[in-house]
């Protein structure tokens, strides 16, 4: 069971003749668990800003060692199965943030490509020119989401929208935001934009996130 903080704001007069769809009302708890606001639990801290994406005109492309690279649109991405989960993200300044993410699984998404035996990373790169890395392995065999809900709400451009990693077990500069690409590569030096300036590439919780 959840319960919803509801406001009187968020109720809209309608005449007899007239019913009007009542826009979703963020969560703040989730089977007992409290959770952080989108608009005053997290900061700021994107290498350009927000970005600020249309669903119409979004894309998501799958490329690099797959046997048939894949374009989705939004609503493509969107029919896979869905998922949810309360994850924690823990930025490295010292603050984090529990929210209830809803989104398709990375492996699902990347499966239709064909993923080829080469591969052994998986790249993602993001609308504001933001890039990190992770092995293949990590994506395979964890149920990693790519979520476009928090809190039962539309994921705010300025935590992601389109679409934003849960990295789960990975410090914040692991969830990578505004999501317009996935690269499945052999490069296991790559380095993604923080990486590439002295943060560790594993990014794992339970270690110095500097190298």
Request: proline residues 4%.
């Amino acid at each position: 069971m959840f319960t919803s903080v509801f406001s009187w704001m968020s109720v809209i007069k309608t005449s007899a003749n007239e019913v009007k769809e009542l826009q979703p009302v963020e969560i703040r708890e989730y089977e007992g668990e409290k959770l952080s606001s989108s608009k005053t639990g997290f900061r700021e801290n994107s290498i350009r800003g927000p970005q600020y994406v249309k669903k119409e005109d979004y894309r998501l492309e799958i490329i690099g060692l797959v046997k048939s690279p894949l374009t989705y649109t939004y609503d493509e991405v969107l029919t896979y199965d869905q998922y949810k989960k309360v994850v924690t993200l823990n930025c490295v300044e010292g603050w984090s943030a529990a929210v209830l993410w809803e989104g398709v699984l990375v492996r699902d998404v990347i499966a239709n490509a064909g993923v080829l035996p080469q591969a052994r990373v998986v790249i993602f790169y993001a609308y504001d020119g933001y890039s990190t890395s992770f092995p293949l392995e990590y994506i395979l065999d964890n149920d990693i989401i790519m979520a476009h809900k928090m809190n039962e709400i539309a994921l705010p451009p300025e935590r992601g929208f389109p679409f934003a990693l849960v990295a789960e077990e990975k410090w914040g500069y692991k969830w990578i935001k505004w999501i317009s690409k996935i690269e499945l590569s052999d490069d296991v030096n790559y380095r993604g934009y923080w990486e590439s300036r002295g943060y560790a590439n594993t990014g794992d919780l339970d270690k110095s996130f500097l190298n």
